[in-house]
Nanobody, 123 residues
Framework: QVQLVESGGGLVQAGGSLRLSCAASGRAFSSYYMGWFRQAPGKEREVVASISGRGGSTYYADSVKGRFTISRDNDKNTVYLQMNVLKPEDTADYYC????????????????WGKGTQVTVSS
């Protein structure tokens, strides 16, 4: 069993930055692919970024490439999402996700979810 707790959301102006953190409890953190999804009001949940267990491989949605960076610290059981040059369309609830051994790009891929943290970008 893995529990995920997100933090770092908030209100920021367009062009600003935020860093989200996701602390994981449980064992064998490095065996999990970790990801960030987001869901805007009235829209489906979509993947933002994912990272392999040891951090050697990353994936980004086209909409965030070059602006967001996913990273992880396995000693701290934590995954991060650095978000730069934020746009109003990045406004959403952001969710941390985990899947053991295999990458995660769809909602159905996820084994464990966090409860989410809200990000609001004002224009």
């Amino acid at each position: 069993q893995v529990q995920l707790v997100e933090s770092g959301g908030g209100l920021v102006q367009a062009g600003g930055s935020l860093r989200l953190s996701c602390a994981a409890s449980g064992r064998a953190f490095s065996s999990y692919y970790m990801g960030w999804f987001r869901q805007a009001p009235g829209k489906e949940r979509e993947v933002v970024a994912s990272i392999s267990g040891r951090g050697g491989s990353t994936y980004y949605a086209d909409s965030v490439k070059g602006r967001f960076t996913i990273s992880r610290d396995n000693d701290k059981n934590t995954v991060y999402l650095q978000m730069n040059v934020l746009k109003p369309e990045d406004t959403a609830d952001y969710y941390c996700a985990a899947r053991r051994f295999t990458n995660l790009k769809l909602e159905g891929d996820v084994d464990y979810w966090g409860k989410g943290t809200q990000v609001t970008v004002s224009s």
